[in-house]
């Protein structure tokens, strides 16, 4: 079975589903893409991860990874591996240095447990030929700019508000660094990741 390395383009609100994300990954050697639809909590977590937040208490993906960490069990590679009446499924390759073996996941905990310990993501071409989309040039540069959102933990967060980026600039990096202590201990993780991004512009 071939294997077909995927990886991570976006993740965007759904517009079908309420409360959830979709989450978009592309062949890494192709034009294909796969959205999955995903929940707010998981999608949250994959995002902190692509923007290398530490939030301030360990999720549920960060536990798994200690916990694996602490019984040295790694995991080896993240498979989406089938597709069954709309239904998407995945396996977490685990080796625990003497043996390999497989555990069944949803391919959103899945992802963020693979984001964490920095594994790559595949599938096979049963599922692309399936789920998979063909887009245009034209239509790849839009959805690139709708695909550029990160969940955020409330819908007041997802406002545009004062912390913008032009009023950023205006801001003592002391008072960047109390409103991002602050922003990650209220878990607004898009507020956190522009600030961090302003604080990394000065550095």
């Known amino acids: 079975m071939k294997k077909i390395e995927l990886e991570i383009l976006g993740l965007s609100s ?10 978009v990954l592309g062949e890494k050697e ?18 902190i991860q692509i923007e290398k937040i530490n939030p301030t208490r360990p999720l549920t993906h960060d536990l798994f990874k200690s916990f694996a960490l602490q019984m040295e069990v790694n995991v080896q590679e993240i498979m989406i591996s089938d597709l ?10 685990c080796t625990d240095g003497e043996k390999e073996f497989e ?19 595949y599938t096979v071409e049963s599922v692309l030929s399936e789920a998979g989309i063909i887009l245009s040039d034209m239509e790849e540069d839009e959805d690139e700019e709708e695909t550029d959102e990160i969940p955020t933990t409330s819908s007041a967060s997802a406002t545009p508000s004062s912390s913008g ?39």
């Open 14 to 23: 759904s517009q079908s589903q309420s409360g959830s994300f979709a989450l």
């Open 30 to 47: 192709g034009s294909r893409r796969l959205p999955i639809i995903i929940g707010m909590f998981e999608a949250q977590s994959i995002a």
């Open 84 to 93: 069954k009446e709309g239904v998407f499924f995945s396996k977490i390759v």
């Open 103 to 121: 555990l069944d996941a949803r391919p959103s905990d899945a992802i963020a447990i693979g984001l964490r310990f920095g594994v790559p993501i």
């Open 165 to 203: 980026k032009s009023n950023l600039k205006e801001i003592s990096v002391e008072e960047l660094n109390t409103m991002l202590n602050d922003a990650l201990e209220k878990e607004d993780y898009e507020r956190a990741a522009k600030i961090r991004d302003e604080l990394n512009k000065r550095n």
